[in-house]
């Protein structure tokens, strides 16, 4: 039914709003919404290249409205991780964005994930260019990257990745990283079989908002990837999924501990 993913009791298709825009606005025109409930006319006059004013009194709603838009332009934005792609994120700076992998339908990863499932879940108000070209897609980046650690525990096995030596005065272990050449693999399967999505707020939005924003979406969608402490919970496979990460964390561990034997 129409009101199935939204909780709403009046909820109603895009297709409806969409009517009477076409019937009675034009391109960049202002839609006025006083009961916007769970955003479908804001959804139809995005699509419709409207601009559009909701109003609405109830918290839940706005949450599930505000959701529903930023999700419909990441699954919009949503590209193959090519060059020609990455060069477009990088032109998007000093925004704040939501941004999303995605495993492609050709793609396994096991457990922890169909395809075309949400992946991964992030914000940043850097701009998506500092964020996502020089952490989640750079070989070395492992250890400020949570989206690498996990598919890079996941796959662990099936690659053959060996977690790197390092040694350093006060280790993080739970910030691995991998050999010179499995961190290479590893990007060139992330690369290959995931999708990146995103969504830039017009307005600068403050840590706060992003992370509610980012909450929610979680709450809904159930990122298969996120171990964010404030939306782990969302996330059925955090267990499971720590558990392989800590395997990796303890071969660091473990390697350090001999040397100094």
Not at 202 to 228: A, F, V
């Amino acid at each position: 039914s129409v009101t199935s993913n939204v909780n709403h009791s009046a909820a109603f298709p895009t297709e409806l709003p969409a009517w009477f825009m076409k019937l009675l606005t034009k391109k960049n025109d202002i839609v006025l919404d006083p009961f916007m409930g769970s955003g479908s006319t804001a959804l139809a006059a995005l699509e419709l290249n409207r601009n559009y004013i909701g109003i609405e009194i109830d918290q839940n709603f706005i949450d599930i409205a505000n959701t529903r838009i930023v999700m419909d332009s990441i699954i919009k934005n949503r590209k193959a991780i090519t060059e020609k792609n990455l060069n477009i994120l990088a032109d998007i700076e000093n925004k704040s964005c939501i941004y999303a992998f995605f495993l492609k339908s050709s793609s396994s990863l096991e457990k922890y994930s169909k395809s075309r499932k949400l992946l991964y879940l992030g914000i940043t108000n850097r701009g998506l260019a500092a964020r996502e070209l020089d952490e989640h897609l750079k070989d070395g980046k492992t250890p400020s990257s949570s989206f690498r650690r996990s598919i890079g525990a996941i796959l662990k096995k099936k690659l053959k990745l060996e977690v790197l030596n390092r040694r350093l005065k006060n280790p993080k272990y739970d910030k691995y990283r991998f050999t010179k050449k499995d961190e290479i693999q590893l990007t060139d399967w992330i690369m290959k079989n995931c999708f990146l999505g995103f969504w830039a707020s017009k307005e600068r939005l403050s840590k706060k908002e992003l992370t509610h924003l980012e909450s929610k979406i979680s709450e809904l969608y159930k990122p298969s990837l996120n171990l964010d402490a404030k939306t782990k919970k969302f996330n059925k496979m955090a267990e499971q999924l720590s558990k392989l990460r800590k395997e990796c964390s303890d071969e660091w561990k473990n390697k350090s501990l001999n040397l100094i034997k």
